[in-house]
């Protein structure tokens, strides 16, 4: 069954530094997806990206993040001066179809990051 | 987009079926229900998807009432490895997924 990779699963950095979270997502999907899930609470929607553009993008996706697809396999998440609250669980997905069309989308395992 | 509210626990055992009901009053035409699982320190791993009626598939089943203001999602005969939470989600004219609390399962032996 395809899935979803995502790599590394553990980053450790420290803060200030840049830091690139990678993803896979299913080869014939075309809707990316980031969120990110703070211990204990809620899954949260970070941006949307489809056709080398962001859709669209929550208020936690501010000027220090990026997303870029930058060959045909691989999604990124760039967090260009990390922060001691940017600590926390960042999950990729991907759907095939977009928006108003029931899509479904499947996530990553998640790569946890820890800010020093 | 249309608010979900679901039980935020429930307890079950070994062998016994699960209900679990979702409530989306405001569910607009175009929304589609949606169920995740996710285990701890795990990404949410898609159940079930429907639009209305009953769907099932070979982990679950969905029901849908006609006027589609709520969902349940049933899980026959659980285990303990089906200790999660469950997220039911309505999702249709934006691509972003809007979470919320879930509901925590835990089957005991």
């Known amino acids: 069954e395809p899935e979803v990779t995502q790599t590394p699963s553990h980053q450790v950095t420290q803060m200030g530094q840049e830091v690139i979270l990678r993803c896979v997502p299913i080869?014939?999907?075309?809707?990316f997806y980031w969120y990110r899930q703070i211990l204990g609470q809620k899954v949260e929607f970070l941006v949307s990206f489809y056709n080398n553009e962001i859709s669209e993008k929550s208020e936690i996706f501010d000027d220090q993040f990026s997303v870029e697809r930058p060959d045909g396999s691989n999604f990124t998440l760039k967090i260009r001066s990390t922060k001691l609250e940017d600590s926390t669980m960042y999950f990729c997905a991907s759907s095939e179809y977009g928006q108003g069309q029931g899509e479904t989308q499947y996530f990553g395992p998640g790569t946890r990051l820890l800010v020093l | 987009l249309a608010k979900t509210t679901q039980p935020i626990s429930m307890d079950s055992y070994e062998g016994q079926e699960v209900n679990i009901t979702c409530s989306h009053n405001n569910i607009a035409t175009n929304d589609y229900i949606t169920w995740y699982q996710q285990f701890p320190s795990q990404g949410p791993r898609f159940i079930i998807q429907?639009?209305?009626t009953k769907v099932t598939n070979e982990v679950a089943s969905l029901f849908i009432p006609a006027d589609r203001k709520s969902s349940t999602l049933s899980l026959p005969r659980v285990s303990l490895s089906d200790t999660a939470v469950y997220y039911c989600l309505v999702s249709g004219n934006t691509g972003k997924l809007i979470f919320g609390q879930g509901t925590t399962l835990q089957v005991k032996p």
């Open positions: 429907g639009y209305k």
């Open positions: 080869s014939n999907h075309l809707y």
